[in-house]
């Protein structure tokens, strides 16, 4: 039974979390993938529904993961600290916002518009739970035209 594509599935390429944590243990044990491929021959084995029959089945699911963004390191010397140099790392935004895009775990999480919460009926409590609902966003949307949405 081979997983299928599901945004509601966060273990893509998997069919579960059980499959995926026994995905995660025989990738990380370094058992050579002979062993891999003798313990997914077992009888016990091949009577439970896995997705991944063959260690470079196994593999080549993994493989298929989106990669996270890579960390970049620069040295830099800040003014305030001539002789003591700084290594800032960062990634780059576009990959890592294209990530999260990709990222099944944050499907249907993410906020496009600022928006506010209140707790009451008559709006005089007002509740901050996210960026969004903050009045950065909102003060700073509100000097933009109503056609134009901006993404913090």
């Known amino acids: 039974m081979a ?3 599901d945004p509601q599935n966060v273990t893509y390429p998997f069919a579960g979390l059980d499959e995926w944590e026994l995905a995660k243990w025989l990738s990380t044990t370094g ?3 002979t062993q891999i491929d003798a313990f997914l021959k077992l009888s016990w084995v091949k009577s439970s529904p896995l997705s991944f029959k063959t ?3 196994l593999v080549n699911r993994i493989e298929s993961l989106p990669s996270v963004p890579v960390w970049t390191g ?3 010397t800040l003014p305030e600290a001539p002789l003591d140099p700084q290594l800032l790392l960062y990634q780059n935004p ?5 990530w999260l895009e990709a990222n099944p775990d944050f499907s249907g999480d993410k906020d496009y518009v600022p928006y506010e919460e209140y707790l009451n009926k008559d709006h005089t409590d007002r509740c901050y739970s996210e960026m969004a ?4 966003w909102n003060d700073t949307q509100a000097k933009f035209p109503e056609d134009i949405t901006i993404n913090l």
């Not at 609902?133 to 950065?136: L, Q």
């Open 94 to 98: 576009v990959e890592c916002l294209e």
């Open 133 to 136: 609902s903050g009045e950065f």
């Open 3 to 5: 997983a299928e594509v």
């Open 55 to 57: 260690s470079a089945d």
């Open 74 to 76: 620069k040295w830099i």
């Open 31 to 33: 058992l050579p993938n």
